[in-house]
């Protein structure tokens, strides 16, 4: 679903005017398949996040390419509000202007303002690959998001609001609060909505609960597995830490110097086969 072909991306290295580059990522190989979680974990300055961000169509590769479905992520219309992200610094994540129903609100707004060349993807070639069952579906969703704000806008933002702060543990009273009302879990929580409310198929999560206290991070990693089969989608779950991506993801990605160094299963994770992989697992997990 989500592939990365033959990656590779370096950038300058010492100032603007520097002819030296840094080789981060090496003709990195890869696919997120639909509805799993996969972690890509590997030592700090390994290449995780720029990866993360090359994933997210935030940045583009040198060489090889990304795809959504077949198509490259650089494209726009391929990646909005199929594939979304939840970064670490949940503070700085949140506009601190916005109020909590604004954040979320956001990505379904600039869904919407996409209009016309979203729907040219959506009922596009993809309909006959995904069968009619679905385009209805689709159509039906479309319909009843169109009658929802015709009838009363500002009420149905409200209702969908509620509805994602209840999915992610918080009560309506939080609509009308800003950023810096927030708790660290809090704040990622809502992050969290707002990274689902334009129910995409796939999530980059970039270290997303390591700022987090311990006893916060497993209520978070649980809120996430619950919605990931929930909404039935996939996650690209980038972390340092080992136990946490071993808590929530089907396969791990070992990445190394810009590599993958190994893929795994993780009830295979016994088994690994690759000296970096043992010696990660064995700083970090007691089996
Ligand atoms: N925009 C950039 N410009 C220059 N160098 C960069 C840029 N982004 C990343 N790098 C370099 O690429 C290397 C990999 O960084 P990256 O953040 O991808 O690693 P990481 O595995 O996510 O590390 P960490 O776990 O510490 O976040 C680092 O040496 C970093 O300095």
């Known amino acids: 679903m989500l592939t990365v072909e033959q990656v590779e991306k370096s950038y300058v290295q010492g100032g603007m005017f520097s002819k030296q580059r840094q080789q981060v990522l090496k003709k990195v190989t890869l696919e997120c398949r639909p509805g799993e979680c996969l972690g890509i974990v590997g030592e700090s300055g390994s290449g995780k996040s720029t990866l993360g961000r090359l994933m997210l169509g935030l940045e583009r590769p040198d060489q090889g390419i990304v795809r959504f479905g077949g198509r490259d992520v650089m494209d726009r219309r391929v990646r909005m509000g199929r594939i979304s992200a939840v970064f670490q610094n949940y503070t700085s994540s949140m506009n601190p202007f916005l109020t909590v129903q604004d954040a979320i609100m956001e990505p379904m707004k600039a869904q919407r303002k996409a209009g016309p060349g979203q729907q040219m993807i959506e009922h596009g ?20 998001r169109n009658h929802e704000s015709v009838l009363s806008p500002q009420k149905a933002a409200a209702a969908k609001v509620d509805m994602l702060l209840a999915q992610v543990g918080l009560d309506p009273s939080y609509r009308l609060k800003y950023a810096h009302e927030l708790s660290g879990g809090e704040a990622q929580r809502i992050c969290i909505a707002r990274a689902i409310s334009t129910e995409p198929k796939c999530i980059v999560l970039d270290e997303a609960v390591s700022s987090l206290d311990v006893s916060v991070q497993i209520q978070v990693l649980q809120l996430l597995k619950t919605l990931k089969s929930l909404y039935k989608m996939s996650f690209v779950f980038i972390t340092h830490d080992i136990q946490a991506a071993a808590y929530i993801c089907d396969r791990f990605v070992f990445f190394r110097e810009g590599r993958v160094e190994e893929t795994i299963a993780v009830e295979q994770l016994k088994h690994v086969q690759s000296d970096y992989a043992r010696k990660l697992l064995k700083h970090q997990i007691s089996f």
């Open 125 to 144: 070639p993809q309909k006959t690959e995904r069968g009619q069952l679905k385009s209805v579906k689709e159509r039906h969703r479309l319909e009843q």
